[in-house]
T-cell receptor, first 109, second 114 residues
Framework: EDQVTQSPEALRLQEGESSSLNCSYTVSGLRGLFWYRQDPGKGPEFLFTLYSAGEEKEKERLKATLTKKESFLHITAPKPEDSATYLCAVRLTGNQFYFGTGTSLTVIP | SAVISQKPSRDICQRGTSLTIQCQVDSQVTMMFWYRQQPGQSLTLIATANQGSEATYESGFVIDKFPISRPNLTFSTLTVSNMSPEDSSIYLC???????????FGPGTRLTVL
């Protein structure tokens, strides 16, 4: 069965304290892996797409990496405005699209 | 990326009634999708809205409960029919950008059914 699992469910960091969020997947035929940020009461905001193992993408304090079984979203020196829920999703070769349950990140000033 | 709007942004409805949610995109797109996000849970795809043909529904979702229209390449509606409290959720539309696999999301419609 295709599955996407994110960990931890919730993460509290002090401002400036770097950390990583994990997205592990067991799927057949990965076509792409996506990271989104979702603020309360809003729709998910697209961050990154990764297509193959070893690929990395960066945007400001965020860096996403991909292996054959998981992806990491690294957050370097986070700020309070980085507080949000971070979702990963996978798209399969049959065009199915599955989301993980997200990691709720709180950055404390 | 496309700019996507949804109406209404939120609503409170009575059991047994129906609500139609609109999704408008500022450019023509081929693929439009409807998702549900129940409290504390992740996004679940309801259906893919195809222009000029019937929507394609995912397992567990049926046309009688969630009829979808897609009259042109910039607009779609999702109706939640004969609502029950279990339908309380955020409903999101998304679009696929041409030539990429990425989906972009609207702001969502928060529905509460009493």
């Amino acid at each position: 069965e295709d599955q996407v699992t994110q960990s931890p469910e919730a993460l509290r960091l002090q401002e400036g304290e770097s950390s990583s969020l994990n997205c592990s997947y067991t799927v057949s035929g990965l076509r792409g892996l996506f990271w989104y940020r979702q603020d309360p009461g809003k729709g998910p905001e697209f961050l990154f797409t990764l297509y193959s193992a070893g690929e990395e993408k960066e945007k400001e304090r965020l860096k996403a990496t991909l292996t054959k079984k998981e992806s990491f979203l690294h957050i370097t020196a986070p700020k309070p405005e980085d507080s949000a829920t971070y979702l990963c999703a996978v798209r399969l070769t049959g065009n199915q699209f599955y989301f993980g349950t997200g990691t709720s990140l709180t950055v404390i000033p | 990326s496309a700019v996507i709007s949804q109406k209404p942004s939120r609503d409170i409805c009575q059991r047994g009634t129906s609500l139609t949610i609109q999704c408008q995109v500022d450019s023509q797109v081929t693929m439009m999708f409807w998702y549900r996000q129940q409290p504390g849970q992740s996004l679940t795809l309801i259906a893919t809205a195809n222009q000029g043909s019937e929507a394609t529904y995912e397992s567990g979702f049926v046309i009688d409960k969630f009829p979808i229209s897609r009259p042109n390449l910039t607009f779609s509606t999702l109706t939640v029919s004969n609502m029950s409290p279990e339908d309380s959720s955020i409903y999101l539309c998304s679009v696929g950008q041409g030539g990429t696999d990425t989906q972009y999301f609207g702001p969502g419609t928060r529905l509460t059914v009493l």
